[in-house]
């Protein structure tokens, strides 16, 4: 059966388009009569005006449109969970759109929210240079728009992120500290800034306390237990010289774990492992795994802060966009120390 | 800034709303030299069509709506993951909207998916009996409707759910087989057809085998880890005589694991656990967590499958709606097997 549309119910009354949409927004130049009559009509072939069209005049929808790469991990679930308590307390519905860190996906998402009419579009990004052009499409239109974790640093775009820099180095630290000299690091081949970050502060540890950084010990891949697992073969088939291995997610980790455990090395005292984002499994896995917590709940509680600021501000892309920036929490477990 | 309307458009050029309306959507009582100006002046005045009220008329957005009570468990971030490829790939995009267990926020869901034109809503429903009329409203409008994993089986939806009953029975017959004799059993205090059956199969594998059903061994509250913490430990201030736990979900059991492995109890070989729904961490843990896996990837793809078919046939709400009932595949692991 075909949607009942306003054409349906002109055609039924034998009164013109216009009359119909003006009698159902209840314009002043319809007779009560014909609203009384297109109303019940509407009624009885089960019309169900399009609240999003017909705030077009308001420029309301109450509804929020959510980009995110996964909501299979902990971190953007957890992320999103904060972000929704404050924005439904506040009225708002949300309304979520996985990429997959596919860039057709992204710009699809964003080509729907803005179908949709959203009031504003919150994202966390798949590629910053790849896709700049559909941002700059949204502020075009003057909606809203902000970005959590993930954010195109060129844009004038409001932002809430976690200092990756500082996450990197610290992690890198807690493990020299602990006595670990040869510490391989497994990150994205993406080319996103908070992998660059994580690296750049891993890069800055070593060097800070007089440690080499060598290449060989530098992956890059799709994060997953399988590219942990692979790189740690890797490093055992050539028989590299390494101690630890700090990975920039924890699944990652995770495999890299396994693996050294199934071929009979010991962690953490021959081997320490430090994860990255405090994946749900991290305490209950043995032994448990060290890793940095991204303070996600507050990133989400944040993220909707912000974005309820941005929108009663109406200056939705001013020249000083307001960018907090959290900081990272070390969270050191058994995996990483020794005794 | 206000976005751009039809009104303005046809303010600007000081022509009617309805000559814009049919301008831009190519009406042929409008002569070329309009559309061309009205396009013209739509574009310098960055005017958005709104492609879902021009949807009206074909009734298609290829936009899915699908209601799920949280992505925060490996269950439905899973199952959506499987659901979001196939369609993804008949190119249709899917917005998702999380309810938290909340029937209000449900009935937000499908209130804004309605208002979106969305082609269709896939649902995991939070209460049977409460939210049924919402449902029902779905129905009314001949919106697409199909149900996976939690249905609302009075209403002639097709759905795709698993044998919950079976899978119930099969780990309480595994955890017999194992030489367990007195099994307490953690489930939900919400009304759902799902944990009514789980809890079905263990009483019904306890009486198959001989074995007392003890109603004080029956625990109902809100599934979480430490609803599996505050169980077992009340088991162990009454003294209860029990030497098995199967929980109706995995983070419940892991609560149950953790208690005990605190309080020194060995598990599998004193006491043995057996958790539902395959999460991710349970493979990871020590003892590994034994488990009911829920085919959860194949649960998406055959409730894509199902829709596909669905909106193809036309006949959204038919005599005979088609449910697809999968089998659910037990995975003992160590938590259970004392050897």
């Known amino acids: ?7 349906d119910i002109a055609r039924e009354l034998d009164v013109t388009f216009s009359t119909v949409a003006r009698a159902l927004n209840d314009h002043p130049a319809i007779s009560a009569a014909t609203k009384a009559a297109v ?36 971190f953007f679930s957890s ?19 996985q990429t997959g860190e596919s860039l057709s996906q992204e ?20 590629g910053e240079v790849e896709i700049k052009e559909f941002y700059e499409q949204i502020s075009k239109r003057q909606v809203p728009l902000l970005f959590f974790d993930r954010a195109i640093n060129e844009l004038p775009v409001p932002s809430v992120t976690i200092n990756d820099y500082r996450a990197g180095f610290l992690a890198t630290e807690h493990l020299i500290g602990q006595g670990y000299k040869n510490i391989a690091h ?39 237990l399988e ?32 693996l050294l455990l199934e071929k009979g090395y010991k962690v953490p005292e021959e081997i320490g492992i430090m994860g990255f984002a405090n994946e749900a499994f991290g305490a209950f896995v043995t032994p448990s795994l060290s890793t940095v917590d991204q303070q996600t709940i507050r ?41």
């Open 1 to 7: 059966m075909k949607k009942t549309t306003i054409h």
């Open 39 to 74: 109303l019940e009509t509407a009624k009885r072939l089960n019309y169900q005006q399009n609240k999003l069209a017909s705030s077009l005049r308001s420029g309301r929808t109450n509804v929020i449109g959510i980009i995110v790469p996964s909501l299979d991990t902990s």
């Open 79 to 97: 992320v999103v969970h904060g972000l929704e308590k404050v924005m439904n307390e506040n009225g708002y519905s949300m309304l979520l759109y």
């Open 107 to 126: 710009q699809k998402g964003i080509e729907t929210f803005l179908q949709s009419r959203v009031d504003g579009i919150i994202s966390s990004v798949s």
């Open 186 to 224: 497994l990150t994205s081949d993406q080319n996103l800034t908070i992998f660059k970050e994580r690296f750049r502060g891993y890069r800055d540890a070593l060097q800070r306390y007089n440690l080499p950084v060598d290449e060989k010990m530098i992956f890059k891949g799709k994060l997953s």
């Open 227 to 258: 590219f942990g697992k692979e790189s740690v073969q890797q490093m055992l088939d050539k028989q590299m010289n390494f101690d630890a291995v700090f990975a920039a997610e924890d699944y990652t980790a995770m495999g890299a774990l396994q």
């Open 299 to 339: 990133m989400g509680e944040e993220t909707a802060h912000l974005f309820l600021k941005l929108i009663g501000s109406k200056d939705y892309y001013g020249t000083t966009p307001e960018r907090i920036v959290l900081d990272p929490i070390l969270l050191p477990r058994r995996s990483s120390q020794p005794d």
